[in-house]
């Protein structure tokens, strides 16, 4: 048996169980293997969670920062404390390898460390006046937060949300994916265990339509933040400009990583190609279409490939393995519609391209070259363990290719002439830009997309200020 923890709402600080509630199972992505049951809220659950969202505002927002940052600072040590157990019931739920399930919940905790941190640093600015007149800029928390949170990192995913908001002074009402539960309820706990007022965080769980519509269609709400694909961004951006609410939306990409013959080949190898496979490739900043110079290609390719059939896969608990199943049944059936589609099409299938194994939802690392541009898989977020290896003439064109797709959320360039470097730098039409490396991502840098990809940002004191208003004041 499993230690999968038992699953409920957190409403006013009170556990919901399923009671007369609908609910849904969640499973073992390793195993197909039902862990547990995820209780639905119903209308009622939805209105009690707004009331104490407005109730938690009016406390929190009166609650001066360094209070804040002490509860804040204490939920990040929980959270260190409680990695193990937090850990496997990510992995169980999710997928992932343990040792990504423990530095996902490590990264959890620095993130809320860095957020305590702007807590202390919510300045204003005062203006200079003739004497007797005053004119100041302030920041204000902008009010309950509605956090929409998707299956791919279920604790970064709930901290960025849930502690940008609540650094600001917010109260929030989040709804994390009814697929990785556990995590999120875990992570929510280490807060309200530190000391956060219940009514400062509820999480809820149901038909996400359901919950985002009901949600959204009440003022208590003033923000809504999401993170999962541009097409229910796009919905949830039109639901919340009924009432003008303000949005954050994390969204897709298609992450294009472009290497040139001057870089430093067998280093973007080795940092690239397991990047790649990270999570399943089931990361919004995933490298995905490597936009290769024509003199490397084959040497890049073939360097690529034989570090991808290296990769171990299995089940996340075991040790030794790289690589765990995709999240859901959604991912295998959209991988393998994808690659077939794209080998038709003329691509080249340089290895994976199969499902492993008879239970789980295993599909193979994948490497492809040569796919044409008007296949699916050189449009759409493949978000799943592929990447794609194409050729391209030089600079112009490969630039050219990066900026093609209407995503912009994370690039990445390989290059040793600081020249080129800057002119990629200022070319790229992306959220965040990577030279000579594959991390685009740090607690105290906003993370975030244009285009498609989204707009605002989490991490960083964008994060914090994300979750803000400004207010003028001018005194005679
Ligand atoms: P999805 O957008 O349908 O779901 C993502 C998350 O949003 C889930 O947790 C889901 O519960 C929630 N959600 C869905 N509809 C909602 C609604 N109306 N209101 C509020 N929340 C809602 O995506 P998916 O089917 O899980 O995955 C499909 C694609 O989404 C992927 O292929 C990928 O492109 C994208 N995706 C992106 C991210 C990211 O990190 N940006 C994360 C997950 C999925």
């Given at each position: 048996m499993?230690?999968?923890p038992?699953?409920h709402?957190l409403?006013?600080?009170?556990?919901?169980?399923?009671?007369?509630?609908?609910?849904?199972?969640?499973?073992n992505?390793?195993?197909?293997?039902?862990?547990?049951?995820?209780?639905?809220?119903?209308?009622e659950?939805?209105?009690?969670?707004?009331e104490?969202?407005?109730?938690?505002?009016a406390?929190w927002?009166?609650?001066?920062p360094?209070?804040r940052?002490?509860v804040?600072?204490k939920?990040?040590?929980?959270?260190?404390?409680?990695?193990?157990a937090?850990?496997?019931?990510?992995?169980?739920?999710?997928?992932?390898?343990l040792?990504?399930?423990?530095g996902e919940?490590?990264?959890?905790?620095?993130?809320l460390?860095?957020?305590?941190?702007?807590?202390?640093?919510?300045y204003?600015?005062?203006?200079?006046?003739?004497?007797?007149?005053?004119?100041?800029v302030?920041?204000?928390?902008?009010?309950?937060?509605?956090?929409?949170?998707?299956?791919?990192?279920?604790?970064?995913?709930?901290?960025?949300?849930?502690?940008?908001?609540?650094?600001?002074?917010?109260?929030?009402i989040v709804?994390?994916?009814?697929?990785?539960?556990?995590?999120?309820?875990?992570?929510?706990?280490?807060?309200?265990d530190?000391?956060?007022?219940?009514?400062?965080?509820?999480?809820v769980?149901?038909?996400?339509?359901?919950?985002?519509?009901?949600?959204?269609?009440?003022?208590?709400?003033?923000?809504?933040?999401?993170?999962?694909?541009?097409?229910?961004?796009?919905?949830?951006?039109k639901?919340?400009?009924?009432?003008?609410?303000?949005?954050?939306?994390?969204?897709?990409?298609?992450?294009p990583?472009l290497?040139?013959?001057?870089?430093?080949?067998?280093?973007?190898?080795?940092?690239?190609a397991?990047?790649?496979?990270?999570?399943?490739?089931?990361?919004?900043?995933?490298?995905?279409?490597?936009?290769?110079e024509?003199?490397?290609?084959?040497?890049f390719?073939?360097?690529?490939?034989?570090?991808?059939?290296?990769?171990?896969?299995?089940?996340g608990?075991?040790?030794g393995v790289?690589?765990?199943?995709?999240?859901?049944?959604?991912?295998?059936?959209?991988?393998?519609?994808?690659?077939?589609?794209?080998?038709?099409?003329?691509?080249?299938?340089e290895?994976?391209?199969?499902?492993?194994g008879?239970?789980g939802?295993?599909?193979?690392?994948?490497?492809?070259?040569?796919?044409?541009?008007?296949?699916e898989?050189?449009n759409?977020?493949?978000?799943?363990?592929?990447?794609i290896?194409n050729?391209?003439?030089?600079?112009?064109?490969m630039?050219?290719e990066?900026?093609?797709?209407?995503?912009?959320?994370?690039a990445?360039a390989?290059s040793?002439?600081?020249a080129?470097?800057?002119?990629?730098?200022a070319?790229i039409?992306?959220?965040?830009?990577?030279?000579?490396s594959?991390?685009?991502?740090?607690?105290?840098?906003p993370f975030?997309?244009?285009?498609?990809?989204g707009h605002?940002h989490?991490?960083?004191?964008?994060?914090?200020?994300?979750?803000?208003?400004?207010?003028?004041?001018?005194?005679?």
């Amino acid at each position: 048996m499993s230690n999968y923890p038992s699953l409920h709402l957190l409403i006013g600080g009170k556990e919901i169980s399923g009671a007369g509630r609908k609910s849904g199972e969640v499973l073992n992505p390793a195993t197909g293997e039902v862990l547990g049951s995820v209780p639905h809220a119903t209308a009622e659950d939805l209105d009690d969670a707004l009331e104490h969202a407005a109730t938690g505002f009016a406390i929190w927002r009166a609650t001066p920062p360094e209070q804040r940052a002490a509860v804040i600072t204490k939920a990040a040590a929980l959270m260190r404390e409680r990695v193990g157990a937090i850990a496997e019931a990510l992995t169980l739920e999710q997928g992932k390898t343990l040792p990504e399930a423990k530095g996902e919940t490590i990264y959890g905790a620095m993130l809320l460390e860095f957020y305590a941190g702007e807590c202390k640093r919510l300045y204003g600015r005062t203006m200079v006046r003739p004497a007797g007149k005053r004119a100041e800029v302030r920041y204000e928390p902008v009010g309950p937060v509605a956090a929409f949170a998707a299956w791919n990192f279920p604790v970064i995913n709930i901290v960025r949300k849930v502690g940008g908001a609540v650094a600001a002074g917010c109260s929030v009402i989040v709804k994390p994916s009814e697929e990785t539960p556990a995590a999120a309820l875990a992570t929510v706990q280490c807060l309200l265990d530190a000391g956060m007022p219940a009514e400062v965080c509820q999480v809820v769980f149901g038909v996400p339509d359901d919950v985002s519509c009901h949600l959204l269609g009440s003022s208590i709400i003033r923000k809504v933040s999401f993170t999962g694909s541009t097409k229910v961004g796009k919905h949830l951006v039109k639901l919340a400009a009924d009432d003008l609410k303000r949005t954050t939306m994390e969204l897709g990409g298609h992450g294009p990583v472009l290497v040139f013959e001057d870089s430093d080949i067998e280093k973007a190898l080795d940092v690239m190609a397991p990047n790649a496979f990270r999570n399943a490739g089931q990361v919004c900043v995933s490298p995905t279409r490597f936009i290769v110079e024509e003199p490397i290609f084959e040497k890049f390719r073939d360097g690529f490939i034989e570090r991808v059939k290296g990769i171990k896969v299995g089940n996340g608990m075991e040790d030794g393995v790289q690589m765990g199943p995709m999240a859901n049944d959604r991912g295998p059936d959209q991988i393998e519609r994808m690659v077939t589609e794209a080998v038709e099409k003329g691509g080249k299938l340089e290895t994976g391209g199969e499902r492993i194994g008879n239970q789980g939802y295993f599909y193979a690392p994948t490497v492809l070259s040569e796919v044409p541009t008007d296949a699916e898989i050189m449009n759409e977020e493949p978000f799943g363990p592929v990447a794609i290896i194409n050729r391209y003439a030089g600079e112009a064109e490969m630039i050219e290719e990066a900026n093609r797709l209407p995503y912009g959320l994370a690039a990445y360039a390989w290059s040793s002439d600081p020249a080129r470097q800057e002119r990629l730098i200022a070319q790229i039409e992306a959220g965040m830009v990577a030279v000579n490396s594959g991390g685009v991502s740090a607690v105290d840098m906003p993370f975030g997309g244009v285009k498609w990809s989204g707009h605002g940002h989490e991490d960083g004191a964008e994060g914090v200020m994300a979750c803000m208003v400004t207010k003028s004041v001018h005194v005679g």
